[in-house]
């Protein structure tokens, strides 16, 4: 499970296990990813070893792959965009879908306007 946690504009990136057991469920073994981030605001998988997470906000707001274990993480880029996103959604073998001058916007081989959607509308996978 990756977990955004911290005051507003302050958010930190954390990983734990979800258990169950004794008819409850619990998050155990939490950690901190990407401590050099200390300003998430949205954050989700992309696969089983890499999270995607949005952080900053307005102009400087700014998407990054970080891998699970922490070892390694790089700036995704922006290059195509409309504005700076400001919400975003991910999921394992899908593209990358960001909200960004109102619209929403998926990465294949670059940036992409997702035709139909409302300009109120977030970008979601189901699950």
Request: glycine share 14%; aromatic share 6%.
């Amino acid at each position: 499970m990756a977990i955004v946690a911290g005051p507003p504009a302050q958010g930190s990136l954390y990983v734990g296990a979800v258990t169950r057991g004794d008819g409850a469920i619990s998050i155990v073994h939490i950690r901190s990813v990407a401590d050099g981030l200390t300003d998430v605001t949205d954050a989700g998988w992309s696969s089983k070893d890499f999270l995607v997470a949005l952080s900053g906000g307005g102009t400087d707001a700014a998407l990054w792959q970080i891998r699970v274990d922490g070892a390694a993480t790089s700036q995704v880029s922006t290059a195509g965009l409309p504005g700076p996103p400001a919400a975003l959604a991910v999921a394992n073998g899908l593209p990358t879908m960001v909200v960004a001058n109102g619209g929403i916007w998926q990465f294949h081989t670059g940036w992409a306007a997702l035709a139909g959607a409302s300009p109120a509308s977030a970008p979601a996978y189901p699950g």
